[in-house]
């Protein structure tokens, strides 16, 4: 079995942010599942990086969690995102395109464009 | 924002302990099946998908760990698990920790004594809103050698109208009578320009006190009180606005009261403590009219404009002086220099102090270094029995910086609590102390022991517990593990660093405390010498009782305004006092003449003319006068040297006649070949302070030996004596010689003086002995504290190379014993061990020398009669050191004698 790299520091915090914002409230497992899926099996959630990145969030008021049932009938911890937390994704969202934006420019940059 | 939530989030999670731990077990749980579930769909067997999920899951213990350091603030968290540790470890050692504790006590608590005092007088010497604008002016003439000469009316008004200040006062201390309320009093007064309490920048608590720009040229009938007075004499009165006094038969009406906290400024203790101000014109009766060269030699004080700083103001007052100079040539002319000195007020008040002070800081500084060095040297020998300890922390995976963070921890901990419990002595012995420091000291009263001073002794503790505990934390946690744990916790590696450590630390206790002594050694014997100096007088059965007659404004209304009319007054004064049983002989002199007594800081200096000097182009010199009785000399046991002494005969209308003291004689009549001629019979003039007419001729009859009745450090004063019946003198002291209880003396006086006038004040009555003794109170002061730093300093310089020694000895005992079971003597063991005693001594001494030549010679000033090289206060010191050391070596050095060396090495 090939070795999946870890997510990003950093960028684990926004890929769990756009996940709950897609699926609404989700148990620690699922977003880590659908970060896996959603990268096409080709990102590895490390359960040591993810709950307590949960709980930071939570901390800093972006996201909130509750006890509920699960689809299959068990006990489990949702988490949803907050109007804070909204507001923070979108937030890192802009940020991030201009990021890859800017950095988009570098790769496709020509030594003739400089001339 | 976001982060501060967190913060708050997790500081409140540490506060009150609530853990997630429940819940992520939760989470994980159900992770863990989901993952299962996960698995089985993709149609692995059960037990393939446990052994799947677990792998993919990773180490539940990391991850439970990153969680918690998430929930809760890992550094605060740590923290508090160190400080129940640190306390667990004070309390399974309570020797150790009893003796840090208590001599961190010592070394903080003492440095915070001085401190709250350093505080009080020389930090804040100013009680008044912004100290920094209030300054002191002087009047030089550089150019004939006088000094603060005062200021004219005149110039008083050109100061006003420079613009450098805001307001100027002139101010004169002195004492009045207050009589009329219940026994007549003598009070501590000051006549101020009406600017006065302005210039301070201070409102009364009750009433006001004078508009500043007031003009009146004389007298202002209104005067402010005291909150003390008020209280004392007035019953606190709530109506006492408008109520009159009568001082010096003068009526005056109190306008206003200071508030209780308000003190003077001045740069005694009795002016410090004024209890009533009336302001002067200082321009018409009594003050002669407004002359510019008639000055006073009164305080100048100022505030100067806001911004303006006392450099700027000084280049400002040069240009003055330098305009003026050129508009009125005749009075000020050119070869005098005349000139304005702006001095900082703070830095007048405290002059005197500051050195002792500073001397006294110092020598406390050196004990809590000393005690510090005692602690640290204390915690490097526990190191050594928790060498076994730090390596198995290490060995299960501690890294180093965690160790000297909990060892740390550890010293603070001892460090603050010793801090603390000295404050808490300090706090609740602070009446006691307070009593052993001098009343003379400046802002006494001002001295507290409060929040300021608690975080000084804070600050300093935990200061020194970084210092001084970093070092053995650093040492104690680099060990060689592999061999640390074989040799059960007695590493031969470190433990060598350590022992070099620690005798670094001996050798510098025992040079700081060597430091100490000298200092200590040197004041002693200088105030010893002070103490022990011929001085030219006999004080011993003598009692000093003063008295004061009115001064009225208006001289018509003094009944004593004459010599002949006080003559009658002192006259039956004496003959009265002389029936009191046990008295011998009496005298009666002005207070300026009591011998070191309280009249020294007074203006008493005049200046002196002699017959034949061409005055125009020199200032004559000032000479300090006293008028006596004739008897004076007698009862002080002042030996005439030449000529005659003052006789009855000697009255108003006969010519004046004076007795001067050898110095005088030396310094004004050197002869033409310097070996002197012959004062008797010369003929001087005395400038009266106020300069009024030119006063008469005053022939010299007499010429006595000198004492040391100005100064006892100083016996070579020029003194001038005038006979009190030839003229008057207001604040009088009476004297006593022979076999009289101080107790009583007071009140049989008071009943004699009371009965030929009733209205007369009378106060302080002293022996010579304790004028003399308090004279000396603020040198005996700083020589008993830095003789009492010095042996606590020794004291636990001893204890250090005691601990040292100990140790060593400990250390070498196998050795010692294996050289005790080859044949070794036992006294060739002893001098074994007391050799490294002294060579540690030998070490301190010879840095420690070096260090009190330094220091030595820095406090230069305080020395009297004693050379900062002084041969005898080195060697001595020295002695007496080593001789602590090897005391110190000698109980250890017997133990290693003693030892059994077949138990010893069986132990092994």
Known sequence: MAEKPDVLQGTLALMVLKTLDLLGSQHGWGIARRIEQISGDLLAVNQGTLYPLLLKLEHEGSIASQWGISENNRKARFYRLTAAGRKQLQAETRDWEQTAAIIARFFNVKAEDLA | MKFLRRFFIRLANVATGRRADQRLRDEMTEHFAFQIDENMRAGMSL??????AAIKFGAAQAIREHHHAEQSLPFVENLLLDLRFAFRMLYRAPGFSLIAIATMALGVGATTAIYSVVDATLLHPLPYPHPGELVRIEANLPGVGAHDIGVSIPELRDLQNSGIFQYVSLSFFGTNNLTGSTQPASIASKSVSPSYFAVLGVDPELGRTWDPHDTTPGFITEVVISDGLWKRAFGADPRILGKSVRLDNDVYRVVGVMPASFRDQGQTAEERGTELWAACGFAADPAPPPMRSTRFPFDTIARLQPGVSPEVAQGRLNALVASLKKQYPVDYPPQA???????PLADTLVGNFRQSLILLFG???????????NVANLLLARASARGREMAVRQALGAARMRLIRQLLTESLLLFVLGGISGFAVL????????QFVPESLPRLNDISIGWGVLAFAIVVSVAAGTTFGLAPAWITSRLNLTETLRQEGRGSNGSRRRSRLRNVLVIGELALSLVLMVAAGLLLRSFWDLFKVQLGFNPTRVVAIETSLPNPNDPKTDIYHTATQEAVLLREVLRRNRTIPGVEETAVSDRAAIPLGYGQSEHRAVPLLREGQNMQRSQPPLIDTSIVSPEYFHVLGLTLLRGRL????????????????????????????????DPVGKRVRLLGRLGRARPDWTTIVGVIVDARTESLADAGIPQIYLDIYQRPAKFIAFYLRGQVDPANISAQVRTQIQTVNAELPVFRAETLDDVLSSSLSVRRFSMEMVALFAVTALLLAGLGIYGTISFLVNEQSHEIAIRLALGAQRATILKMVLRQGLSLAAAGAGVGLLGAFIVSHLMAGLLYGVSPNDLLTFTGVTLVLTTVAIAASY??????M???????????
Not at chain 2, 337 to 343: D, K, Q
Not at chain 2, 902 to 907: D, F, S
């Open chain 2, 47 to 52: 037990t393939e998908a446990r052994r799947q």
């Open chain 2, 337 to 343: 220099e005349w000139a304005f000195h702006l001095t």
């Open chain 2, 363 to 373: 020598a406390v500084g050196l004990v809590l270094l000393i005690a510090s060095v």
């Open chain 2, 427 to 434: 706090f609740f012995a602070r009446k006691f102390l307070l």
């Open chain 2, 646 to 677: 003052f006789v009855d005969q000697d009255v108003e209308g006969t010519p004046l006649i004076a007795v001067i003291n050898q110095a005088a004689a030396r310094m004004y009549w050197p002869g033409k070949d310097g070996k002197g001629e």
């Open chain 2, 891 to 896: 109980i250890p050095a017997i133990r290693a």
């Open chain 2, 898 to 908: 003693r030892l059994d060396p077949i138990r010893t090495l069986h132990a092994d």
